[in-house]
Each structure stands twice: as structure tokens, then as C-alpha cells.
């Protein structure tokens, strides 16, 4: 292991120096035309790689399947699939790194490593289209590299089967984002005659955790890197998870087996009883009622002041126990000393989000993993002791804070979140990236990172209320090449057609000037 990290590091360092001419040697794939010099890559070999191309195919312009029916138009590329590192591992099944890069015709001198979800397992379509608006990296003429991490998964995108092997989850954790890194910029260079003059990075969740990584444990790879809703901290999130449903389950209607009924805690009138009053207390707080929270610091709704029935229950009031509960779940878990073991979710327009999707946490049911939690007792002291005991937690990407290199070699990072993200609070990155910029500076911290808040968005996109579309892979590129900080990046989105508003740093916030068109973004402004 030590061996090979070696070697590629010393790769990386080469490469991040090479002066962008022509590669002197393995150079013939950049010679001739993009077919000839795509099926050349076919029988391509690195140094420090056990290598093996599957495919290299140069692929015409057309459109192609995104996901979820969707497609999109792709322009010429020549796609060369493969893995690294093959190998049968102590549970007697094959692993190997598996990785897919899409070259474009037009290429715009630029590399993207676009990141991966759930617990990865499988290859994705090299696309970069995360956090990148309207037009994904491919589009534009970025060369695209996405990888499964080093296993491949059997059981859909949460199958942990391969953790019991120790090489494949240590691929999956950091190794596998770190070597494939490495390779894409070689075959760039091959392919192309010169290395890419800028890299970057952008993943949401798994790819958020895996972009951390990158400033973290590899600070010289890339110049931009753009993190949304990152995993950090799942043993944490999912307790955070646990005590929300448990917390609720207390005050849901019990069947004839005595077990809670989550889809009968609150009516939908309830919930658009909670979601009016939540509005009624915090909209009009950054200057415009638009049905969207945005002085989210500034948010003091009280659910049991606002919306406690004084006698029996009606319309337009709940029941003690519900907004007793809803108060105390939202509030987040804290151990028998009151310590806060994982940080409040946010009350947010997007809590009772349902249908496609994942679900809000006002709107309990099956889910991508499993059937909605019935318990109604939560040991947070036992489960949180478990957490501190697993190997796992140790040196999660929370705890490292210190990027003085990444930062000083002029690297940018761009955080972002949704405020109505069931899976990982939007209040734990903001507690990662207050202590990071503690331990970078403070305010010096803004001249290289920014993190942006996002009201009503759910984990990573989507919400019935929300400006989910919005481009910040163009904001770091214009950061890191034209040194344009993004004090404000415009968004749109489905919900709210012909509305545009500016995501703005934290801990700013939009604004409405007080005149001007309020679906308009140019008539709002950043303030504190």
C-alpha cells in the first residue's frame, strides 16, 4: 500500500507540473482523429496502475438517458470505461476499482471529477451535471471521470455487503476517489497531448463527503470543488433520523397491535397548518411573503406557542402532544447530560415534502432505505457510545479542519445545502464550516470558501417549495480562473416559474430591496 500511495503521489505532483505541450511519450492517441484516437486508448497502460480498459468507444452527438426517464443532449466524446486494482478479495468475491470518462471533441482544456451516492457500487454516467444549472460539465466541453469506489454493488445503492472486505472499504472511504483522480488526469493528457489546466470537483452527499475529501486528504489535485449536503457523518445523521421518527412516533395513534401509526401523526391539514404558521412567523422576515424562508438565522417559529390548542383540538390548532413533539424532534438528540449529539433540523418549508423523491420528515414511509421507523423509545446515550466505539467515525471528515494548503496553493470550495434536507441537517455543514473557518483564519476563511443555504430544497434537489436550480460549478470556475468570488449566485426552479432569487453566503441572506419585481433576482441583495 505504501508503495503504490507513493507512487501515486508522485504522479500527481508531475502532472500538476507538466507544462501544458504535447506528451512526449504514449503521445499517439493524441495524434490523428477523435475515433482513431479513442480506440487507441483501448490498449493504454499507466505506471503505478494495474489497469484495464473495458471500452473505448468514441460516441456521436445525441441524446442519452440521464435517469428517472430523463435524458439530455450530449455532445461527440469518446467514453473509455475500466478498472484498476482487480483483485478477489477475503470474502471470495472480485473487486476492483471501476471507473467511466467521457473526452469531449471540444474539450475546454478543463477536468471534472463528478462524485457519487448512496454507498456507490456502481459506474455512473460521466455527465457532471450536479450543481451545474441548466448545463452539465459534459455539455460544456469539460472532460468528466466518475467512479464506483472500488466495489460493485449487488443490492442497490445501499448494499453494504462489500464493507466486510478491508480493502474495499478503505477504497470506498478515500483511496479508490484519490487513484482515480490521479489516472483521469493521465488519460487526459494522453488523450489530448496536454494535462488539464484546471481540476475540479462536485458531488452531492456521497459525492459532498468525497468532495470534502479531496480538500482534506488530497489538497493538491484540484482548484475548485464544489460539496452539496455532504455525508459526513452518517452514524450521526441516521441517529439525528432515529430520534425525529421516535420523538413523533410518542404522539402517533396506535393500531390494535399497539404499534405507532406515522402517516396518522399529523392530518394534511395539519401539516399545512404547521407549514402557514412557520410562514406567517419567518417569511416576511427577509423583506418579501413569497412563500420561501430566507433570514433563516433570523427564523424564531415556536410550534408549541404558535400552534398549541387552548381547548379541544381544531382546524386551525393542534394537540400538546403534537407540537410537543414536533418542538422536541426537530430540536435534535441529546445524550442524559444534554449534550447535543447531532445538530436540530431546521423547521423549514420542505419538512412535508411527499411523493418522488425523498420524503420529508413530516411525511413518514417506505423509503430508498426500508419501511418507516415504528419505534417509540431511542438510547441515545447507548447508541451515540456505539458511534464513538465504531472505527468508522474516527477521523470522519467532519474533524478535519485544517486546509491551509488546499487554501494556500489557491484552491476554492463551495459548500451548499438545502434547508429542508431530511437525511443530514443543513446545520451540521454549518457547524463544519464555522469551525473550519475558526481553524483557517475566520473571516480571512470567505477569500477561498463560501457555503450557500438553500430554503425549501430537500437532499441534494427537489421540494414543492424551493429554487433548486442553480449553477455553482461556473461560480468556482470563475473563482478559481478569474478570481470572481461568488457573493451571490442566482437560482430558479420548477415550484415557482419565472421566479429568480440569489443564493447568498452564509451568513448572509437574501433580501428584497423594498421596490422592484419580486419574482425578480436582480431586486434583492446579500445582507447579514
Not at 504514449?26 to 505506471?47: D, H, I, W
Not at 412516533?249 to 399529523?266: E, L, V
Not at 433540523?345 to 419538512?351: A, C, E, K, Q, V
Not at 417509540?376 to 471528515?397: C, E, H, K, Y
Request: charged share 20%; with cysteine.
Amino acid at each position: 500500500m505504501r508503495t503504490r500511495l507513493v507512487i501515486e503521489l508522485a504522479l500527481a505532483v508531475c502532472l500538476s507540473l507538466r507544462p501544458a505541450t504535447p506528451v512526449a511519450q504514449g503521445a499517439a492517441a493524441s495524434q490523428g482523429t477523435p475515433g482513431t484516437k479513442c480506440a487507441a486508448l483501448s490498449s493504454l497502460q499507466v505506471p503505478g496502475f494495474a489497469l484495464a480498459i473495458t471500452k473505448a468507444d468514441a460516441v456521436a452527438a445525441g441524446p442519452a438517458a440521464r435517469g428517472r426517464g430523463a435524458t439530455v443532449n450530449l455532445p461527440a466524446h469518446c467514453r473509455v470505461d475500466g478498472t484498476i486494482d482487480r483483485r478477489v478479495g477475503a470474502d471470495g468475491k472480485a473487486y476492483g476499482i471501476g471507473f467511466a470518462i467521457a473526452l469531449p471533441d471540444a474539450w475546454n482544456g478543463r477536468f471534472l471529477f463528478q462524485g457519487g451516492g448512496g454507498l456507490n457500487g456502481t459506474v455512473g454516467l460521466p455527465l457532471g451535471a450536479q450543481a451545474a444549472g441548466d448545463s452539465a460539465g459534459l455539455v460544456r466541453g469539460f472532460a468528466v471521470v466518475s467512479t464506483d469506489t472500488g466495489h460493485q454493488a449487488s443490492g442497490g445503492a445501499f448494499d453494504a455487503a462489500f464493507m466486510r472486505d478491508q480493502q474495499a472499504l478503505l477504497d470506498f472511504e478515500y483511496v479508490a476517489v484519490g487513484r482515480v483522480a490521479v489516472l483521469a488526469r493521465e488519460i487526459i493528457a494522453r488523450y489530448y497531448g496536454r494535462p488539464p489546466e484546471h481540476s475540479y470537483f462536485a458531488g452531492c452527499s456521497t459525492g459532498g463527503r468525497e468532495a470534502m475529501l479531496m480538500a482534506q486528504r488530497y489538497p493538491a489535485y484540484f482548484d475548485g470543488i464544489v460539496a452539496g449536503a455532504p455525508a459526513m457523518r452518517t452514524g450521526y445523521s441516521g441517529l439525528g433520523d432515529r430520534w425525529v421518527a421516535t420523538m413523533l412516533n410518542q404522539a402517533a395513534p396506535k393500531d390494535a397491535a399497539g404499534k405507532p401509526i406515522p402517516s396518522q401523526i399529523f392530518t394534511d391539514g395539519d401539516k399545512q397548518l404547521i407549514i402557514n404558521a412557520l410562514l406567517n412567523a419567518c417569511d416576511a422576515k427577509d423583506g418579501a411573503r413569497d412563500g420561501l424562508v430566507y433570514a433563516t438565522r433570523a427564523c424564531d417559529f415556536d410550534p408549541v406557542a404558535a400552534l398549541t390548542c387552548k381547548g379541544p383540538k381544531t382546524d386551525g390548532c393542534l394537540l400538546p402532544q403534537q407540537t410537543a413533539a414536533l418542538k422536541k424532534a426537530f430540536a435534535g438528540p441529546k445524550d442524559s447530560r444534554q449534550n447535543q449529539i447531532y445538530p436540530a433540523f431546521p423547521l423549514d418549508t420542505g419538512i412535508t415534502a411527499s411523493g418522488q423523491g425523498i420524503p420529508g420528515l413530516l411525511s413518514p414511509g417506505p423509503g430508498p432505505l426500508g419501511p418507516p421507523n415504528l419505534s417509540t423509545d431511542i438510547d441515545v446515550d447507548r447508541d451515540a457510545f456505539a458511534l464513538a466505539s465504531d472505527p468508522r467515525q474516527v477521523g470522519d471528515t467532519k474533524q478535519w479542519t485544517n486546509l491551509n494548503t488546499f487554501s494556500g496553493r489557491g484552491g476554492k470550495l463551495v459548500f451548499y445545502h438545502g434547508m429542508s434536507d431530511p437525511w443530514f441537517s443543513a446545520l451540521d455543514t454549518v457547524d463544519y464550516y464555522e469551525k473550519m473557518s475558526a481553524a483557517n483564519g475566520g473571516e480571512r476563511t470567505a477569500g477561498w470558501s463560501r457555503l450557500f443555504l438553500v430554503p425549501g430544497m430537500g437532499h441534494c434537489q427537489g421540494g414543492s417549495a424551493t429554487l433548486d436550480t442553480f449553477d455553482l460549478l461556473s461560480a468556482v470556475v470563475d473563482w478559481v480562473e478569474k478570481g470572481k468570488a461568488p457573493d451571490a449566485v442566482r437560482s430558479t426552479g420548477r415550484a415557482f416559474p419565472g421566479r429568480s432569487r440569489p443564493l447568498c453566503p452564509y451568513p448572509t441572506h437574501a433580501q428584497y430591496k423594498g421596490a422592484g419585481d419580486i419574482e425578480d433576482a436582480g431586486n434583492f441583495e446579500c445582507r447579514p
